[in-house]
């Protein structure tokens, strides 16, 4: 039951590794991808930065997306690209349920103290939430 | 020169540091530099002396004062002309409503409990009054309501709750004379002529690497400001006024409003932010922190009865209603703008400013910490399935401001 995958991506080396697992994954199952990356507002948020910080999020990763889109094409899968806002873990969960995805792939990655106490391990808070299969790689 | 050229440096040096800061943390740059600014005048007051800074510095205030101008005016051309005309006598209502209840509530606070003189007070009431439009369109991007009626009214409200600030802040410590005509004559016939001509002009003569579009703009913003502060009102006020009337032309331009935020950000507003947090009196905080909570309750308790009641008015499910009201915290640009207003004015002292610049801190950090302190996906909070997927659909399919565009597939 490996139909539709969701990759947590946002541009770091475990994303990639997880964008990686997920297209292989993908090939085997027959599956359709989606590839969610979330522009997250700074906290808090503040007039005209906001903004102007979720445009150039957007550039940034349809920049990002390009290389991907190529290895989905060349592997053959169907492969839809997203760029959301707000909190990580938040979004990827909702978009899990709306796209009704089997498995949620999510990179794991370090982050400071202050980071995580700010905006908290996207990874943990996706395993507490999901309703579905999710994997963390590593 | 070499005096102005080591201190410019060592302004740009602490606005390096804060965005680094920033983006390390993912905190708002204005966040970090009015804390940077704080710092960087304590420890260097302590090491060198208070004067170090340059603060007083009639280069250092014109460039201060310039970032608090162009922010202004880049604020209110984020309005949306199109909603608000349809939506005006909604968000009216609720922007209103969110304005005047903290305003009214905060002012009788400092008057009654922390007993400031009354001019003290009606500042602290302006300064804790204002909503920061950035936290609330954030939150109607992540609940994907920015394409709903309920979305676009409440967005249109803050715009009205920012010009009520910046209204009260242009009218109620000015002196009504001949002067105050004057200014209120020449704003009625520039906001009512900029839209039709600015266009226009524009079409003409802009597009083309001398940038007339930024020195047209500019040279508004400076005009009125002069008349502004030569009737003894603020010049943030034709600034916001000028943003909301070319926000259909101007505000739609992207790439020109890219520019402006290039020279804004890289240049313009980390002398004011730092500078507003210079003015910032820590032993002042540490030694009255009553004062600052006092000042921090009222102004949450204050906006929660403004804005909670009228939210309801609109029939917004309970869930999405406590979740906005929360998040209806104060804005950094026109809370820190308030209180920096009030001090250059002699309308507050510095220990007043302290405790205002801490509470606008605090409460449009606080929400964020508590949110995700007790995190909890914010589509589980009871939101309606139907109208969030019809509401998803309609931002895939309807272009415009940023965050719509976001929501769309790449593929």
Known sequence: ?138 | MTETWALAALWLGLALLATLLSIWLRVATALSEIVVGTIAQLVIGALVGGAMLGTGESWVRFLSGTGAIVLTFLAGAELDPAVFRTKWKEAAAVGLASFAVPFLVCAAVARFVLHWSVPSSWLAGVALSTTSVAVVYAVMLEFGFNATEYGKTLLAACFITDLGTVLALGIIFAPFTTKTLVFAGAGVLVFAVLPWLTPRFFRRYGNRPSELEAKYLLLCLFGMGALATWAESEAVLPAYLIGMVLAGTVGKDHHLIRRLRTLTFGLLTPFYFIRAGSFVSVPALIAAPMTFLVLLVAKVTAKFAGVYPATKLYKSPPTEAMYTTLLMSTGLTFGSISALFGLSHGIIDQAQYSYLVAAVIASAVLPTLVANAFFLPRHLLGASGERRAASYTSQQETPGRVGETVKGESQ
């Open chain 1, 1 to 138: 039951m490996n139909k539709k995958l969701l990759i947590a991506y946002d541009g770091s080396g475990p994303s990639e590794k997880a964008f990686a697992v997920a297209l292989d994954l993908a090939v085997k199952c027959r599956a359709e991808l989606l590839v969610l990356a979330v522009a997250r507002p700074p906290e808090p948020a503040d007039d005209v930065e906001t903004e102007a910080i979720l445009e150039s999020a957007r550039e940034h990763y349809e920049g990002l997306f390009a290389p991907l889109r190529e290895l989905a094409a060349a592997a053959g899968i169907s492969a839809v690209f997203k760029v959301v806002v707000g909190h990580p873990a938040d979004q990827i969960v909702r978009h899990a349920e709306e796209f009704g995805a089997d498995q949620i792939i999510v990179g794991h990655r370090g982050k400071t103290l202050f980071q995580k106490w700010l905006v908290g391990s996207v990874a943990k808070r996706v395993l507490s939430y999901a309703t579905c299969t999710v994997t963390v790689v590593r």
